[in-house]
Structure formats: C-alpha cells, structure tokens
C-alpha cells in the first residue's frame, strides 16, 4: 500500500508526541525518509523538553547523512492542536493515546485523510513474519522474557511496541536485510500491543504470524463505554485475521479466550496452541503436569523445567512464562535454550520488583498494577503463608473499573493502607465500605508522604507495597514515573 519513496515530501502529522517513545520514533523514521513532519501534542514545550531534543538531534544527525535538501525541518504544534494539521495533512498518525473518536481524526477521515500509526505502518511495510503479545496483564513480562529467549537464539531479535521501544527504529535495518542478494533467515520480531495499537491494524485486516494473549480482565473500560465485550473484541484483533500457516496462543484457563479458542479451532485456521497450569486433554501447548513445565506438540510432551527453578514471583507469572514458551517453540527456538533463558530470568521492572530490604522491611515495586485485578494478584503472591504483613500503597485514577474484590483482598492481606487522591481512590473507599472493611488507612497527596506514612506502621517482616490498582494520571506523570519516585524514596533510605 505505501512504498517508502511514498512518504517523500508528504505533509503527514504526528498527533501525540509523548513521553514513551512511540511518538518519537515515528516522526524520526519520516523525517528520515524525506517527509514534512509536523508533530502535535496537547502537552507544552516544557514537558515534551526530552523528546523534542531527541528529535532535532536526530534531524542534524540526518542532515549530516543526506543533506539539508533530502530532509526537512520537524514543525512543532506544543500546546494545542490546529485543524489544518488533520484536514490539510497527506497522512495522520495516531498515537495510542488518542482515542478513535478525537473529533480532530474525525475531521481528517472526513477528508479522505488516512490514519495510521507507527505499529500499522510497521506492519504494512516490515518484510518478516512477526510475532505480537497482547492481553490485559502480563503482555509486558511474556514480551521481555519472549524477547530474552529469542535474543539468547538470534541476536538479530527485534523487540518493541507497547514496551517503550518504537519498532521503527529497526525498519529500516529489516528492509537492508531483506534487500540483499543472498537470502538470510527471517530475524525473530517480538512486539508487545495494547488494545488501542492492534485498533490500528482492523481496516487493514492485519493479525501477526504468531499472536499471544494472555488473558481478558476489565481494564480502560472509561475508554470503550463502559463495555468488555468492545475491550474483549479489541484483544481478539491480534488472532482475528490470522490464516492458514499462523498460530494463535491463548489462555485456556480466560473464559472469553478459550471462546474465541474453540471458534478458531472450528473455522480450521490459525493453529490453535494453548497454555495453562493443568494440561489440556488432545491439545498443543504449554502446560505444567506434576510440578513441572513441559510441551506438547506433535502428540509428545516434553519437560523443560520444575516450576522451583523460576525466579518471579506469583502464579499469575506462570501462566506468563507458559505463554513465552509456547510463542518460543511455535518461533523454533530450541527447548534447551528456552528452558536455560527462564531459569534465569527475574522479571520486569516495575512488575513485582523487590527494590530493597531495609530495617527487616521488604519493598517491592508494582507500579504497572493499574487494575484491580493486577493489585490482587500481587497481594496473594506476596501473602503466601502470612497474615496482614502487606502496607499497601494504591490509588489513583479512575477506568471505570469495579473495586468490590479489590476491597475482600485489602480485608484479608492488609495490614495498613495508604491511598493516593484520585477519582478512584473515591470508589475505592466505598468499595471498602460495602465490604465491612475497617483496614487502619491514611491518605497521602505525594510520594515522599506515602513512604512516610508506609513507615510509620511498618516492623520487621512487614512487605511495603506499591501496586495502586488502578491509573496514575493527575499526581504522576505516569506508572513509571510513579515507580520511579517510590525507588527513590526508597533509597534515600539508610
């Protein structure tokens, strides 16, 4: 559909330029590549202060390269948006952020605009098959130790997506690659997708050669009127196009997936792989039978490793590294090599993370908890054989996401309670209330306060807690820099 000489002089907008790189790494591949980049955000210059300097770096960077006649300037729109921008545009890419509706992409498709996105792009124009995680919680860490499992049997593995790394800034690479004379082996693509980037591939009818999901909860139902079916709908994009030749692997133990399964293995195509904590009878996939990992394919299983043998914590984890595996052997990767990545791997930052122990006090960061149900699954891995040693730090946000098992959790782990302000802190403590619960709670309105009251109650073998249960947004720039401000806090400590 497009070639790169396509994007030479196109006047193509970039809406959201972020903090994640995504934004960032689109609008560098098009400037690149000859086009007249105007970049729009919301956010001021002042916010956006880093990823504006990567930009004009990148740009003398190129002009060095080409010279000043092949490429062109970025024009910034900080602050606001312009709708010339949509209407008068050759192109516009949507970050992720920005919802379907924005009435500036509406005004654009009006004009017979395309919309696209880096992720949609790198589809229609990356030559290699590619493999794509997705799912409501767990995607990030199935990606990383997917992505350290590839690497440790291809160092041409390319990672990114909703990771923070824009796949674009390989494109380039992979179409070197592919252009040589002397054909090479296809390099492992590993990418993580949210619910809003597989949007992008729908009117393509786009579904990667290997697709993952490894569960459907509530999450961002504030962005899908209050509906799971429209959210469950969003993750089955990643299998829904898929065809003779592809696999789909899933959560046999997620109601919805093992539905949308059964109708795959029904229509004959994609393959259909499954992974869960007890084996499923006549079936594919990645499975744990007697304490031990193992895969069956072929009609044999084969073991790979005792669950002892991993190093994260949490059940939930297992049915992460289950997924990874299945996606590792569907890829072709050697089962010595997959079983030997997960013996080592730890996890992800942010996910789980035990930062520090000090005083005889645990501290584990779990900012990426932003839903209930994540918040949940961190409070009974970290409970395990132990009653009310859990000061837990959460609030925050809202999705429009219900708190009622939330609050049964907090009630029979927690030990103290700090809550950060936010419109879900609010539904939060109603939830609590409806559930009897009398937890001893304090409020807190930033994080040096949160760690300070966190302290205050805690003793020797007691777990301080980050994992707020729902979005970061109004005290925080975002989950990560949420995270990051508890590490810190954290340190500061003798």
């Known amino acids: 559909m ?38 729009t955000d919301l956010k001021d210059p002042a916010q956006l202060a880093a990823s504006v300097a990567e930009l004009e770096k990148t740009y003398q960077e190129a002009v060095f390269c080409f010279g000043e006649s092949d490429v062109h300037r970025f024009i910034y729109v900080l602050g606001r948006h312009e709708e010339k921008d949509f209407t008068e545009a050759n192109m516009v890419i949507q970050n992720p952020a920005v919802p379907r509706d924005n009435p500036f992409l509406s005004r654009a498709r009006s004009r017979q605009v395309p919309v696209e996105s880096d992720i949609s792009l790198f589809f229609l124009l990356c030559p290699y098959p590619i493999t794509a995680v997705t799912g409501t919680k767990g995607k990030t860490t199935t990606t990383t130790l997917l992505a350290d499992i590839c690497e440790a049997h291809d160092r041409r593995t390319v990672v990114g997506g909703n990771i923070r790394i824009s796949p674009m800034d390989a494109l380039d690479g992979l179409l070197e690659m592919k252009a040589r004379k002397k054909p090479v082996a296809p390099p492992p693509i590993v990418l993580e997708l949210s619910s809003w980037q597989l949007e992008g591939l729908e009117k393509h009818r786009l579904s990667p050669r290997v697709a993952v999901i490894t569960n459907i909860m509530e999450d961002h139902l504030n962005r899908y009127n ?28 997620d109601g919805r997936l093992a539905a949308i399964g059964h109708k795959l293995l029904a229509s004959g195509q994609p393959r259909v792989w499954w992974f869960a904590e007890k084996p499923v009878k006549k079936a594919e996939g990645c499975f744990v039978r007697t304490g031990k990992i193992v895969l069956a394919a072929g009609g044999k299983e084969t073991t ?15 049915g992460n ?80 996401l219900r708190f009622e098992d939330w609050a049964k959790q907090v009630r029979r782990h927690v030990k103290y309670l700090v809550l950060f302000e936010g419109a879900a802190t609010v539904k939060m403590e109603a939830a609590l209330a409806a559930a009897g619960n009398k937890v001893l709670r304090g409020m807190a309105k930033t994080m040096p306060e949160a760690v300070k009251l966190a302290l205050m109650q805690a003793e020797r073998g007691d777990v301080i807690l980050l994992s707020p249960g729902c979005a970061s947004f109004g005290l925080f720039i975002n989950e990560f820099d949420r995270g990051d401000q508890f590490v810190a806090e954290v340190k500061k400590l003798r």
């Not at 509906?227 to 969003?234: G, I, L, P, T, V």
């Not at 790979?304 to 297992?318: D, E, F, Q, T, Y």
């Not at 961190?378 to 000061?391: E, F, H």
Request: net charge positive; glycine share 12%; with cysteine.
């Open 304 to 318: 790979l490793l005792p669950l002892r043998s991993l190093k994260i914590l949490g059940s939930h984890n297992v």
């Open 2 to 39: 497009y070639g790169l000489e396509w994007f030479r002089n196109k006047k193509i907008t970039v809406m959201g330029l972020g903090l994640h790189g995504g934004g960032v790494g689109i609008a560098k591949w098009l400037m690149r590549h000859g086009a007249v980049v105007t970049v």
């Open 226 to 253: 209050n509906s799971m079916d429209d959210y469950a709908r969003a993750k089955e994009l990643n299998v829904m196009f898929q065809g003779a030749g592809d696999t789909a692997i899933l959560n046999a133990g």
């Open 321 to 400: 590294v289950l997924a990874a595996c299945a996606a590792a052997a569907v890829m072709g990767i050697p089962v010595q090599t997959i079983a030997k990545v997960v013996r080592e791997f730890h996890g992800v930052p942010g996910r789980l993370e035990e930062i520090a122990a000090k005083r005889g006090i645990r501290f584990v960061n779990d900012t990426t908890a932003t839903t209930p149900d994540a918040a949940i699954a961190a409070l009974r891995a970290l409970s395990a054989g132990q009653t009310k040693k859990i000061i837990l730090l959460a609030g925050g946000a809202d999705k429009a």
